[in-house]
């Protein structure tokens, strides 16, 4: 694993290419579907998928949103909101639109929060937690 800024101490943060098919959905919705997945493994955080922009259906049903937090390991996140109708989960996606150097690998690929979609699959097998 790299280690992204000096003096981060025991923090550590690896970026792969996933080299499987992942899709996730909200709202019974396919929203995410790569082939070119990365996976982001960080100490003490459950890893997580990012997508390329192409592969998720942002024109559809994500809206950017005011949020905006600082990952002092990965850098400034952007977030969108899903919309479904009169359904919305607030803040469901992330991405890092120009992160620092050491996750450059990441930039502009969406995330969503693991636990706010209805379910995620690797190739065709349904997973219940993302992959160690």
């Not at 694993?1 to 709202?27: W, Y």
């Not at 909101?81 to 690929?109: S, V």
Request: glycine fraction near 6%; charge should be negative; proline fraction near 10%.
């Amino acid at each position: 694993m790299a280690d992204p800024t000096p003096g981060s101490g025991d923090q550590r943060i690896e970026i792969a290419d996933f080299p499987h098919r992942v899709r996730t959905s909200v709202c019974g919705i396919v929203i995410a579907d790569t082939t070119q997945a990365k996976i982001l493994r960080e100490t003490g955080h459950p890893a997580v998928f990012y997508f390329p922009p192409d592969d998720v259906r942002i024109a559809d049903f994500l809206t950017p949103t005011d949020k905006s937090t600082i990952c002092p390991y990965k850098g400034a996140a952007s977030y969108w909101t899903f919309r479904l109708g009169d359904h919305g989960e607030d803040n469901l996606a992330w991405a890092y639109p120009d992160p620092i150097p050491a996750c450059a690998a990441i930039r502009g690929y969406l995330a969503f929060y693991w636990d706010r979609m209805d379910c995620w699959f690797v190739d065709d097998a349904q997973i219940q937690a993302p992959p160690s």
